[in-house]
């Protein structure tokens, strides 16, 4: 991940914050609580003093093969982000318990502070509503299949848990 993150890019790439906006616009005439909450979180992570890097945006077991090397697949995603919207991504895809999370940023190799792991759990939040904002936009413009709509409900209730 640090590798991808790391890399030199030129400066015409798309930005994370576009493609949140179009799901935004996708959804503003669906009526549901949480989006109004999971755009909000979004609002609040962006931060001008944190340079964005090419991320992947879509880390997950499905995107991942690992042969003799490792390698990333499935770049549709791909823009420039904040990094850890891809650690807090693979966090929540892989299903990370605390040890693994803690094995997963070490390899990272940047010492995150304690306000950087508030930050990263926010991040995990927001990769939780992106997901849910995803399922909400096949469910208005497409068929959705049950098992997707199982995963809108276990995504919601989970949001729900964490709000409080």
Known sequence: MKQIHETKINGGE?????AIENYHRLLEDFDHPMI???FELFDSLKDAKTPLVLSHNDINPGNILAKENLFVLDWEYASLNHPYFDLSNAI?????NDQEIEAFLDSYDEAITEEGIDRLNRWRNFSLYLALFWLMIIEKYATIQQTEQD???KLENRLSQLEG
């Open 14 to 18: 798309p930005l994370f914050a576009d």
């Open 36 to 38: 109004e909450r999971g």
């Open 151 to 153: 995963w809108m409900i």
């Open 92 to 96: 929540e895809n892989f299903n990370f």
